[in-house]
């Protein structure tokens, strides 16, 4: 017997919620647990939160990286999230790592509730994508010969992500260093795909003495992880209302075409606080909800971030 789950129209999609979010949960879910098989100091980071927290804690955001060609850029990903509920927001531009990036809030009934992770509020989801056509010949004609090997792989970047496979064949080594050469971001995408390239925590959400940045911060430079010292520890806004920190990456072991076998940067994890806007700041602290806290994010404390998975960041690991 077919059972039929009665669907809704909400901003003119049919929306079968009930379904829908516990697939959409799922592919999140499949994701992450690649990234945290990956990525040892984010799985560190997060069972170390967690404990402290009682097993409760939020995600800001989570992000992905793409090639803006032959169709692998931004929409590749962004149609899954689409599809299920998320809206496209602002767009931010970075010309000096020849850059953009969108990010797409989650239906607005998801923002506040329980739940913990992948299973408390939905997320953010920020993509990025390398414009291509700005790099140099020999890049392009890189980055081209992949993306078009792939075939139709564009249209399942959720499907690769969720399970941490490229969809296109591994590449030499000698390629990997001409992107790395030109954008370190370029060469990143090309070994590691649709990959989840970060989650961010969002600290404000957190109950104990870690909801404030600089607390968080200071905890886990002492349990002895790294953090991004790019601009400074702590990146902040221009209007001082989102406050932002990351890990440095992590590196595996990747296998290249022409028999090398090399580290390469893997993903880090972030820690996001957003402040209330400066209309509620009279708010009471049990009143606040996430709509009345600066939202978005901002091009100067993002550019910072990406430099998480630089070789500079990455070499000042063992100092």
Known sequence: ???????????????????SEAFLRGVLE???SVYLNRNPTAKAILELVHSVENNSLCYDHLAFRTFGVNGYGIDSMASFF???GYTP???LRFPAKKLRALWFSPP????DGGGSGIKGPLPRIFISELIVDQMSSQTQEIIRKYTASSGNGNKYAALASSMGLLTWENPSHSEFQQLASESEYAAWTLVNGHALNHVTISAHRLKTELRDIKNLNRFIEESGFRLNSEGGVLK?????LLLQSSTVADSMSFQFTDGVTESVPCSYIEFAERLVLPQYKDLPATEVKEFHRRDGFEVGNADKIFES???DQL???GS
Do not use: H, I, W
Not at 236 to 240: A, E, K, L, N
């Open 1 to 19: 017997m077919l059972l039929v789950v009665p669907c809704v129209v909400e901003n003119s999609r049919f929306l079968c919620m009930q379904g």
């Open 30 to 32: 499949s994701m992450q």
């Open 309 to 311: 998975t630089s070789k």
């Open 89 to 91: 927001r602002e767009e």
């Open 236 to 240: 902040v806004s221009p209007d001082g």
């Open 315 to 317: 070499s000042r690991v």
């Open 82 to 84: 689409m599809d299920y």
């Open 108 to 111: 607005a009934d998801s923002q």
